[in-house]
C-alpha cells in the first residue's frame, strides 16, 4: 500500500518542538523527510533533558520518528553547495531558525524559488511581521503573548501556563496543514510558495473562543463564569476562568472518592442541557427537574456553584471511573482526570497506535505518542529516530548521486563532518 505523501521529499531544516512535531506528522504520511543538522552537534534537544548519559534524549526521539539524518555545515562552502543541490531535489524545505537565519546563511526566498520554482518554503516564527518579528521565542512565550496564559488559571491567582504544547506542537500542526494545502495548489499552477507560521497566531487561533468572550463582555457578564453566580464584577478584559466550561454547557472540576489522598481522583462533569434531568436522578435532586429555579439553563447560571456542590457530593462516593461508567449509561458527558501514569498503561490507546511502543539502538525500548491523525488507506508505521548523521552517506550517494570522486572531496572540505552513534554530551 502506498502512503498519502509518498515521494514528497521534505529537507527538514526544524530543530526543537516545534518544526519537528510539523516534519513528524509529514514523515507518518510517507513524506521522505530529510532532517539536516550541524556536524557534531545536532538538533540541540540530542542532548536535553537526558535521563540516560550519550543517549538520544525522548525530547528528540520522541519528536523525530521515521526522518533521515544528515550532517551538514551549512555555513562552509562545500556546505552551501550540498545544501544548494538539496533545495533542488527536495519539494518543501521547513525551518523554525531564529528571524533572518536562513537569509544569513545565504538561502533567502528569492534565491531558493530561482534554484527551484517548485519548492515550498514552510517556516515557523515567534511573531508575524510586526513590532516584534525579530525576538526568539519558546513554547511559554507564545502561551503568554497569544492570549492563553490571561485567561488560563484562578481569578485570584497568576496567569498559568498549560502542560499541553500549544505554541510548539499546536504551530506544527497548523504549518503541516499549510504545507499539505501548498502541495495541492502546485498540483494545479506548478509553482511553490511561502508557507508562514507565527507561534503567536497559532496559539491565538486555539484561543478563539477568549476572543469571543472578550466581544460579548461588553454586552454584559459572562453568565457561565463562576464569577457571575459569586456575584463578582467583570473587568474590561477577559478573566481566567479557572476549570469553567469554555463552551455553553457549564462545567466543572469535582471530587471523587479518594480525592484525600489521589490528586487525581478527579472528574470533568459537563450539565448538558439535554441531560439535566438524568442529572437530576442520579445526585437525587428529582426536584429539580421541575422547579423554576433549576429546570432551565438560564435559571440555572447564578446557582452553578450550588449545583456543582451537590453533584460533587454525589462524585464523592464514586471513584472516577465508577462515576464516567454510571454517567454514560444516561449520555451524560464527563472526563475523568487521568494522570499521566494512567494514560501510559492505557491498552485501548496502545491498541489504536495512539501510544506506541519504540525500539531504540542505543536507548532500547520506550514509549511515545504515535500519529493522532489516522487514514484508513495511509497507516502510520512509527520508526525510531534517527542517530546523528546515520544516512549522511546515503542521501549524498542514493538521493543527491554524488559520485565516488565528489563524495571523497565534500568529506575533505569538513562540510558533513563524522558521523556519531550518540547524543551530544
Ligand atoms: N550548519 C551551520 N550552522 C547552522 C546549522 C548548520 N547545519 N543549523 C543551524 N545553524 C546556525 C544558524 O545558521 C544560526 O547561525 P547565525 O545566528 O550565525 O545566523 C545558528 O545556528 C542559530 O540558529 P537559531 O535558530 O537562531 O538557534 P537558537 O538556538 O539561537 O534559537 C530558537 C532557538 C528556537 C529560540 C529560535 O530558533 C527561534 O526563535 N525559532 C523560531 C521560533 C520557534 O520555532 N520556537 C520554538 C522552538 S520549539
Redesign the pocket.
Known amino acids: 500500500m502506498t502512503k498519502a505523501l509518498e515521494g514528497v521529499k521534505i529537507l527538514d531544516?526544524?530543530?526543537?518542538?516545534?518544526?519537528p512535531t510539523c516534519t513528524q506528522l509529514l514523515a507518518w504520511f510517507g513524506a521522505d523527510v530529510i532532517k539536516?543538522?550541524?556536524?557534531g552537534v545536532g538538533d540541540?534537544t540530542r542532548g536535553q533533558l537526558q535521563d540516560i548519559p550519550k543517549v538520544d534524549s525522548l525530547y528528540f526521539t520522541m519528536l523525530n520518528h521515521n526522518k533521515r539524518s544528515i550532517?551538514?555545515?551549512?555555513?562552509?562552502p562545500k556546505?552551501k553547495e550540498v545544501l544548494e543541490r538539496l533545495i533542488k531535489e527536495c519539494d518543501v524545505l521547513v525551518e523554525?531558525?531564529?528571524?533572518?537565519?536562513l537569509d544569513?546563511?545565504g538561502f533567502p526566498w528569492e534565491r531558493i524559488k530561482t534554484l527551484n520554482p517548485r519548492m515550498i518554503v514552510a517556516s515557523?516564527?515567534?511573531f508575524g511581521p510586526g513590532p516584534y518579528e525579530d525576538?526568539?521565542?519558546?513554547?511559554n512565550v507564545?502561551q503568554c503573548t497569544g492570549g492563553a496564559a490571561s485567561t488560563t488559571g484562578f481569578r485570584d491567582g497568576l496567569p498559568l501556563v498549560t502542560g499541553a504544547q500549544i505554541?510548539?506542537s499546536g504551530?506544527g500542526l497548523h504549518l503541516a496543514l499549510g504545507i499539505v494545502t501548498a502541495l495541492y495548489q502546485r498540483t494545479v499552477t506548478g509553482e511553490g510558495q511561502r508557507v508562514t507560521c507565527a507561534?503567536q497566531d497559532g496559539v491565538l487561533n486555539l484561543c478563539r473562543v477568549k476572543l469571543r468572550d472578550q466581544q460579548r463582555l461588553q454586552h454584559g457578564p459572562l453568565k457561565e463564569y463562576s464569577q457571575f453566580g459569586e456575584g463578582v464584577p467583570f473587568g474590561d478584559s477577559v478573566p481566567r476562568a479557572g476549570n469553567d466550561s469554555g463552551g455553553g454547557q457549564p462545567g466543572r472540576i469535582v471530587k471523587c472518592k479518594g480525592w484525600e489522598t489521589d490528586p487525581n481522583a478527579y472528574l470533568y462533569f459537563i450539565t448538558q442541557a439535554p441531560v439535566w434531568e438524568a442529572i437530576c436522578d442520579i445526585i437525587g435532586e428529582p426536584d429539580w427537574k421541575t422547579n423554576p429555579d433549576y429546570a432551565t439553563p438560564p435559571v440555572r447560571l447564578p446557582r452553578l456553584n450550588e449545583i456543582f456542590g451537590r453533584i460533587e457530593q454525589w462524585t464523592m462516593t464514586k471513584t472516577k471511573f465508577e462515576a464516567m461508567q454510571i454517567l454514560n449509561e444516561r449520555d451524560i458527558p464527563c472526563g475523568p482526570i487521568l494522570s499521566m501514569k494512567e494514560i501510559a498503561e492505557d491498552e485501548s490507546l496502545k491498541a489504536t497506535g495512539t501510544l506506541v511502543e519504540v525500539d531504540h539502538p542505543t536507548r532500547g525500548k520506550y514509549l511515545s505518542v504515535g500519529n493522532p491523525i489516522k487514514l484508513s488507506a495511509s497507516p502510520t508505521v512509527v520508526e525510531r529516530s534517527p542517530l546523528l548523521g546515520e544516512h549522511t552517506q546515503e542521501i549524498l550517494s542514493s538521493v543527491l548521486k554524488y559520485s565516488e570522486s565528489e563524495l571523497s572531496e565534500i568529506a575533505a572540505s569538513g562540510a558533513i563532518g563524522a558521523p556519531r552513534m550518540a547524543a551530544a554530551e
Open positions: 531544516f526544524t530543530h526543537v518542538q516545534s518544526g539536516v543538522e550541524r556536524p540541540i550532517t551538514l555545515d551549512t555555513k562552509n556546505g523554525n531558525f531564529g528571524p533572518g537565519v544569513r546563511m515557523i516564527k515567534g525576538c526568539k521565542v519558546y513554547e507564545a505554541g510548539d504551530t507561534m
